[in-house]
């Protein structure tokens, strides 16, 4: 059977539940400026890092403020919420220490920027407990691009093929794609039609274990 030798892990929808605090900021943002988001636009920003969404945002909505003022009020709204209402996805903590137990390398790999990922890391220190963190500009490319995955296995010193990410947007699940690795796709963010060209989709942790992500890897490979 083939042997996991990491796991990677999207965060924004996979470890911390942020989707629906992302909408109510984002919301609360845009009213300042008169523009209430369609229901339909909202799947276009799933899985943007920071800069693709204000550009795309800014761009749609005809925004004319200065840019990083936006971006800065935007983080703002972010952090209230996070104040509020940060928590961890149920079962993530089981499923990491058993993935430690077994001595599996674990990777945080994000399209946040830094400032928001030490915001997040100052309350739930994920330094403490994965081998690697990539956020949002380590890498020249950000997802789509494979580059953010292959980077957090090089560190690692992990090979592709002995890897599986885990990812719920769609820019994410092409990035760990296109890095080789296998990939799993988790419910929540974006329409299952889009989910599917993920390698296995679950709804939640209690349908992983490492027999399970062993015997996929090995049919895999």
């Known amino acids: 059977m083939k042997k996991i030798q990491a796991v990677c892990f999207d965060m924004d929808g996979v470890i911390i539940d942020t989707e629906p605090l992302y909408e109510i900021a984002e919301t609360k943002l845009f009213k300042e ?16 890092n920071e800069k693709r969404f204000y550009d795309l945002s800014m761009e749609r909505y005809e ?3 200065n840019k990083k003022k936006f971006i800065e009020k935007g983080r703002e709204y972010i952090k209230n919420q996070f ?4 928590k961890v996805i149920d079962g993530f903590i089981d499923f990491h220490r058993s993935l ?24 739930l220190r994920f330094d403490k ?14 997802k789509p691009n494979p580059a953010p995955y292959l980077y957090a296995m090089k560190q690692m ?9 885990i990812e719920d947007s769609l820019h994410g699940i092409k990035s760990g794609l ?4 296998y990939v799993i796709g988790f419910r929540g ?24 992500l062993e015997n996929k890897l090995a049919l895999f490979n």
Request: charged share 25%.
């Open 189 to 212: 963010s974006i329409p299952e039609e889009q989910l599917h060209i993920a390698n296995y989709v679950v709804s939640n942790y209690s349908e992983l274990s490492i027999q399970i």
């Open 33 to 48: 400026y008169g523009v209430e988001i369609p229901k339909e636009d909202w799947v276009l920003f799933k899985g943007c």
């Open 129 to 142: 407990i994965f081998n690697e963190i990539v956020y949002g500009g380590m890498t020249i490319e950000n």
């Open 83 to 86: 104040d509020q209402n940060l």
């Open 178 to 181: 296109n890095s080789g690795a």
């Open 157 to 165: 010193k992990v090979s592709f093929r002995n890897s599986v990410i």
């Open 100 to 123: 430690k137990k077994n001595k599996i390398k674990t990777a945080l790999v994000t399209a946040s920027p830094k400032e928001m990922f030490d915001y997040v890391n100052s309350k």
């Open 63 to 65: 925004i004319k403020e």
